[in-house]
């Protein structure tokens, strides 16, 4: 079964002054992902990576197309079904990290917990979590104590929190150094969903 299923996805944005034409950021996009697969998607600044994984993670339903995630028809769920889809089925890594600053790195990871019906053993997960990415020392740190590094891992372990079966990670190495950037590329390839079950 696959993952993911895109057929002919295309978004349309406003445009930017009055009497121009709408921005066409994605044309007919089709996409398969299977169950397993570890895929990139690159391309220039602006050219709708965000866009893309926003769709696929529900955060966006404004398109045309077919869009089917872990067979989910995307367009045909409620508001709920979609909540809970993304509450237990998929993590979300996003571009600035989206840490709450007054929280510690464990309390971002708990985030998650305290939506829907709640994540089993939550706080044992978040702490195999953030030991999974190498930050069972951080726990009580504040995201203003990290580096940039630590505070994306964090963003990873909260993506983890519920052990979803799709990850989504939007420029997961955009703010990072290059050897940090590289760690945290290893690190997707090493998760082995089948263990966290």
């Avoid at 944005?13 to 169950?35: A, S």
């Avoid at 998607?41 to 089917?68: I, M, N, P, W």
């Amino acid at each position: 079964m696959s993952a993911i299923e895109l057929r002919g996805i295309t978004k349309r944005y406003p445009p930017r002054e009055p009497g121009l034409p709408q921005l066409e950021l994605l044309r007919g996009v089709d996409l398969t992902v299977h169950r397993g697969e570890f895929v990139a998607v690159e391309g220039q600044s602006g050219s709708g990576k965000s866009t893309l994984l926003h769709l696929l993670g529900g955060l966006d339903r404004d398109f045309d197309g077919a869009a089917r995630v872990l067979g989910c028809d995307l367009r045909a769920v409620t508001d709920a079904e979609l909540a809970a889809l993304r509450h237990t089925q998929i993590g979300f890594v996003f571009q600035s990290f989206n840490l709450l600053p007054a929280l510690t790195a464990l309390e971002n990871v708990l985030l998650p917990d305290f939506f829907g019906d709640g994540v089993p053993d939550a706080e044992r997960r978040a702490r195999e979590a953030l030991d999974r990415v190498g930050l069972s020392d951080k726990a009580g740190a504040r995201p203003a104590a990290l580096s940039g590094g630590e505070r994306q891992r964090v963003a990873i372990a909260r993506a983890l929190l519920a052990r979803p079966p799709l990850l989504l990670a939007d420029e997961p190495t955009g703010n990072l150094d290059a050897s940090t950037g590289e760690g945290v590329i290893d690190l997707f390839r090493q998760l082995h969903w089948a263990r966290w079950r």
